[in-house]
């Protein structure tokens, strides 16, 4: 997707729940969330992208583990090992996927799904080629001057405000 999609989770995510959750930009977790890849536990193969995506957001030995055993994280190992991005209470969970969505959607589009596109195409190549891409990228792109300009200066009071 060249969307920005945010994945919120406040129970259990296992198996192809977690491929899917995995497959958004980022992940939203309540304290009630727990996270398994229990496909090797019941006799299954990922088939949604689990053997891609495990290893690229928690690491190699992380996920074999997970693989392997099936067991359950909580949600703050979840956090520690980069599987999700932030924990927060069950009762605010969705105002905070909210608040961030409403966040992406204050930012260039174009710009988010470009730089977005970036990372994924560079995360595969070595820093030099990552930075190649980039470079190539910003060559092409020509930003409006008049949105740039609306947006900074509410990026300024954003920041100044602590938010």
């Known amino acids: 997707m060249d969307k920005p999609v945010i994945c919120a989770v406040n129970g259990a995510c296992a198996t192809g729940a977690l491929e899917i959750a995995l497959s958004c930009t980022w992940i939203i977790a309540s304290e009630r969330a727990r996270f398994a890849d229990t496909h090797a536990r019941v006799g299954l193969l990922p088939r949604w992208g689990m053997s891609a995506l495990l290893p690229r957001a928690v690491g190699l030995r992380k996920a074999r583990e997970m693989t392997a055993t099936g067991n359950f994280v909580g949600a703050d190992e979840a956090l520690r090992i980069g599987l999700v991005n932030e924990v927060v209470g069950p009762d605010q969970l969705l105002d905070r996927a909210r608040q961030l969505a409403a ?61």
């Open 103 to 163: 966040d992406v959607a204050s930012s260039d589009p174009a710009a988010v799904r470009r730089t977005l596109a970036l990372y994924d195409e560079g995360d595969s190549r070595s820093l030099a080629g990552a930075l190649g891409l980039e470079a190539e990228a910003g060559a092409l792109w020509a930003p409006d001057p008049a949105g740039v300009a609306t947006r900074f200066s509410t990026t300024i009071q954003r920041g100044s405000s602590g938010s």
